[in-house]
């Protein structure tokens, strides 16, 4: 019985952490594992990806030649840019993609 609550509640939630599916089937995380694991399912990390086009390819030539200039001009251009690591801020904290995952039988 337990099991079939879980395989439906990861179908309709398929990011959802065994630690949560725990909790809210009322079973240990170790049931929740096995469950998914006999079904097959792994925990796939998501992975964004830009799709580029071939109309992007003399923008990224004209960036590049931007970037390339002003460090040129000014040694300390590149240390004054900020990189997030691909994580998202918002009004509700950050999000750091690096920790999603969706529960799937195949990548």
């Known amino acids: 019985v337990a099991e079939e609550e879980i395989l439906r509640e990861i179908e309709n939630q398929p990011q959802l952490s065994t630690r949560r599916l725990a909790n809210q089937v009322g079973v240990s995380r170790f049931v929740v594992w096995r469950t998914l694991k006999e079904q097959g399912l792994h925990p796939y990390h998501v992975q964004k990806v830009q799709a580029l086009k071939p109309e992007d390819f003399p923008r990224r030539i004209y960036f590049c030649e931007w970037l390339l200039a002003n460090q040129a001009e000014n040694p300390n251009f590149a240390a004054n840019i900020l990189a997030t690591d691909e994580a998202g801020f ?17 990548n």
């Open 90 to 106: 918002s009004r509700n904290g950050i999000h750091n993609g690096h920790n999603t995952h969706i529960w799937s039988d195949e």
